[in-house]
Nanobody, 129 residues
Framework: QVQLAESGGGSVQPGGSLTLSCRVTGDPIDYVAIGWFRQAPGKERELVSVMTSRGIISKYADSVKGRFTVSKIKAESAVKLQMNSLTSGDAGTYYC??????????????????????WGQGTMVTVSS
């Protein structure tokens, strides 16, 4: 059973950077696609980025393109989300989620929250001056 643990959230000033980490345990990371979602108070959950199980293809929400970078670190069994030029609009609770149905080294990009069967506990990002 895959388990996820997020870390790296915190408080930064506008324009600052943070790196979130999603550590994957239970199954090899090459068998799951990992998505990053975020939810601000009073708003719907939003897909931020997806990394496929092969680790080559990634997808980003339009609102974060050019500022956020997702990467797969096999040695750490982790998927990291580097967030730069943060604004107040980026604040919220960030969740990583796993879709274990994609298979080994797949290029399939799940995009619906319902495709991700396993979720982490979330890590909070605050952007404030």
């Amino acid at each position: 059973q895959v388990q996820l643990a997020e870390s790296g959230g915190g408080s930064v000033q506008p324009g600052g950077s943070l790196t979130l980490s999603c550590r994957v345990t239970g199954d090899p990371i090459d068998y799951v696609a990992i998505g990053w979602f975020r939810q601000a108070p009073g708003k719907e959950r939003e897909l931020v980025s997806v990394m496929t199980s092969r680790g080559i293809i990634s997808k980003y929400a339009d609102s974060v393109k050019g500022r956020f970078t997702v990467s797969k670190i096999k040695a750490e069994s982790a998927v990291k989300l580097q967030m730069n030029s943060l604004t107040s609009g980026d604040a919220g609770t960030y969740y990583c989620a796993a879709d274990p149905s994609v298979g080994y080294m797949s290029d399939y990009v799940p995009t619906q929250a319902t495709e991700f069967a396993i979720w982490g506990q979330g890590t909070m990002v605050t952007v404030s001056s």
